[in-house]
């Protein structure tokens, strides 16, 4: 008499009975990539649809707010940032070309987008308040923060209990 040790690998469907779960979600995956985002039965957003370009860092201090943008191959005169109120917006445009020729081939790739993020600073600074530099790819920003931001910062001790 054998006995089996393995599960079964195929359930009476004829689908894997192993992993039924991994095969569903693999396949709404897939699905998700051939009809675009988000996917209609959940309606979920996708991390591909909100406007995570230019990737960030902030820092808050006292006196002021720091901001880092990420803006890989985006040229200085393509950018503008701007601030209304109390929100800064990023925005801007990235292109490259690339040509190659050679024996028996002739290869020509364009990449290009554009982007827009938004982000709330809790205040409205004042004129002449914020600084800019762009380097290397990266937008630095400090913001000072205006006198009645600043009386507004609270420190809040947290006790052992």
């Not at 008499?1 to 079964?8: F, T, V």
């Amino acid at each position: 008499m054998s006995r089996q040790i393995l599960p079964e690998l195929r359930s009476e469907a004829g689908g894997s009975a192993l992993f039924p779960s991994f095969q569903k979600e693999m396949n709404r995956l897939l699905e998700q990539f051939r009809t675009g985002f988000p996917m209609p039965e959940t309606g979920a957003p996708s991390v591909f649809s909100t406007p995570m370009f230019p990737a960030i860092d902030l820092v808050e201090t006292e006196e002021s707010v720091e901001i880092s943008a990420e803006l890989p191959g985006v040229a200085e005169e393509d950018l503008d940032a701007s601030i209304t109120g109390d929100l800064l917006t990023l925005k801007g445009e990235k292109s490259a070309d690339h040509e190659k020729s050679d024996n028996g081939y002739h290869l020509i790739e364009r990449r290009y987008g554009s982007f827009r993020r938004q982000i709330p600073l809790g205040f409205a600074p004042d004129a002449g308040a914020v600084e800019a530099k762009f380097a290397d790819g990266i937008l630095k920003l400090r913001i000072a923060k205006p006198a009645a931001a600043k009386a507004d910062f609270h420190k809040i001790d947290i006790s052992k209990t």
